[in-house]
Each structure stands twice: as structure tokens, then as C-alpha cells.
């Protein structure tokens, strides 16, 4: 439950965004910090005039000050993007008849490629790498695993129950994001290593249902999923970036490169629209270019 603020109008707005569009807390404490800073941006320099009479100048004044902080474009770009859905639930409530968004632009950001480990590495981590000994070490094995295999999220896996999981089919039922599900084909003998994971679970874990746990019996916590999958990606990869979300980045573009249906990809990442699922189109360019310019006589 996301805390009240001292903005009734916000505390609406919040209500409407956990309760009817079943947002994560994650993306709650992301609105509601964007929110809450320019509120109090608003008391401190208008006076605290009412929303309604909240200008675009205002917004565009708040937005230079974080500029010239040196806040980065993507960041800038997510709080306009909080203040635009605040006051188009402000016009669907009959609170207002135009949004003083409507003149504030977005600044452009460059595009980053999704960095991904390369199949190779993949493969090395997977089969050569000695993982930590016991329970411990399985596990993380078994975590690394099904990211690379579902490109399933962090938050995805850490919740994932055994009751989502049919092992005779081959599948795993994932709740995404805005409670979305959606269903995730495994290998064979992936659903086999699961069924044997679930099966020497230690006894300290009967009651608890989450998929993976610890020796202790209790649910991953996303800090410690975080800290393993680094350090073994470290032992595989220079990548600067080394989180549970670049082997998700690693499923989706080396379906991509082994010529995978964009739409496909797009269902199996539970992506809302195409346009999310299209930036790996570009590391299947850049990995075309890479062969091209080895191959070609002329390259």
C-alpha cells in the first residue's frame, strides 16, 4: 500500500493508478516521488496555487531547474510522463478541460542498445562455470537458468509459485506486469531439472510455494538474485552492465539473431506493444553488419 501524501488531489490520482490499473509499487513509488517533488515545487515557488490553475510554464520552469542539475533526458522524459497521466485523469474526472501539458516537450534521448551477453558466454556460463557448492549454488544455477530460458523479469521469478509451473506440458504461467499473464514454453530438460529442484527442496521450505528458495526455506530477495547473477556474469563477460534484466536482454536477442517472429518475442517478453520489442531489430542489424563485415569480400 502506497503512503498518503499531503496532496489530496495526488492521493486520488495514486488510489486510481494501484487500485483500477493494478500498477506495481515499484512504478507507485516512481509516480509518486515525481509527483511529490513537483507539487512541492509548485507550493514553495506559486504559493501553492490549485492544480487547476497549474500553467505550462510552471511545468517547463520545474523541468530547467532539474536541467540544469544535469538531470539525464530519460529521466526528465518519465517525469513528464507522470505529470501527463496525472492530468488526463484530471480531465476524465471533470476536473479539468485541458491539460497544461499539452505545451511541454519531451526532450529527445539516445537510444541505448540493450547490452546482452554473447551466445558463447552464455554457453560457457552454463556449462563450464563452477557454481557455489550445496543448495546455494544450485539455486543460483537453477535462477540463471530460467532468465536465459523465459527471459522472464526479477520480479517475475522471485514470485513465480510451483503451482505456476506444468511440467508435463512443458510450461510456466507468468503474472507480468499490470497483472498480465502469460505462458512460457521450457525444454525438456529444463522441465526435468525443475521437477528434481522442486523435489530435493529442503524441508525447512514445506509450506512455502515460491519456486526457488533459499536454504532456509524462505523466498529470494531481488538484492541477493542481483548480487549472484553479477558476479557470475563477471566471470563470463566485460559488460559493464551485469543485472538479471541483461540476461533477459540475452533471451530476446539471440531469438532475434537465430531469426525468431518479432511478434513471438513480443508475447514471450509480455511486452504491451511492439514498438518495446523492437529496439532488439537493432542488435540483429548491428550482428548482421558484424557478419557482413567478416564475410564480404569488399567489406
Known amino acids: 500500500m502506497i503512503s498518503q501524501t499531503r496532496y489530496t488531489p495526488l492521493n486520488a490520482f495514486l488510489a486510481y493508478l494501484q487500485f483500477e490499473k493494478r500498477y506495481s509499487m515499484h512504478t507507485l513509488t516512481a509516480y509518486s516521488n515525481d509527483l511529490i517533488q513537483f507539487f512541492d515545487f509548485v507550493e514553495t515557488q506559486y504559493e501553492g496555487i490549485p492544480f487547476t490553475q497549474i500553467t505550462g510554464t510552471m511545468v517547463r520552469s520545474w523541468l530547467a ?20 497521466s496525472f ?5 476524465q474526472q471533470g476536473q479539468l478541460t485541458k491539460s497544461p501539458m499539452e505545451t511541454v516537450i519531451s526532450p529527445k534521448v539516445n537510444k541505448r542498445l540493450p547490452a546482452f551477453v554473447a551466445e558463447n558466454d552464455m554457453e560457457q556460463l552454463l556449462t563450464n562455470l563452477t557454481f557455489a557448492e550445496g543448495w546455494k549454488g544450485y539455486t543460483e544455477k537453477m535462477v540463471i537458468q530460467l532468465f536465459y530460458a523465459t527471459g522472464m523479469r526479477l520480479s517475475e521469478l522471485i514470485h513465480c509459485k510451483e503451482t505456476q509451473l506444468d511440467i508435463s506440458k512443458r ?58 547473477v553479477k558476479f557470475y556474469l563477471s566471470q563470463v563477460t566485460t559488460l559493464q552492465k551485469k543485472s538479471p534484466h541483461v540476461l533477459r536482454h540475452s533471451f530476446a536477442t ?23 520489442t523492437q529496439v532488439y531489430t537493432h542488435n540483429t542489424i548491428e550482428k548482421l553488419k558484424e557478419v557482413f563485415a567478416k564475410a564480404h569480400p569488399k567489406a
Open 65 to 84: 531547474g532539474m536541467k540544469e542539475e544535469e538531470m539525464t533526458g530519460k529521466t526528465l522524459n518519465r517525469k513528464i510522463s507522470s505529470l501527463k
Open 87 to 91: 492530468f488526463k485523469y484530471q480531465i
Open 171 to 228: 510450461i510456466i504461467k507468468v503474472l507480468g506486469k499490470g497483472n498480465k499473464e502469460r505462458i512460457l514454453p521450457i525444454s525438456p530438460s529444463l522441465a526435468d531439472e525443475l521437477k528434481k529442484y522442486i523435489h530435493e527442496k529442503p524441508s525447512v521450505a514445506a509450506g512455502n510455494l515460491h519456486l526457488f528458495v533459499t536454504e532456509k526455506g524462505k523466498a529470494l530477495q531481488p538484492r541477493a538474485v542481483y548480487t549472484f
Open 254 to 276: 539471440h531469438l532475434m539473431n537465430n531469426g525468431a517472429d518479432l511478434n513471438a518475442v513480443k508475447e514471450l517478453l509480455g511486452h504491451a506493444s511492439l514498438a518495446a
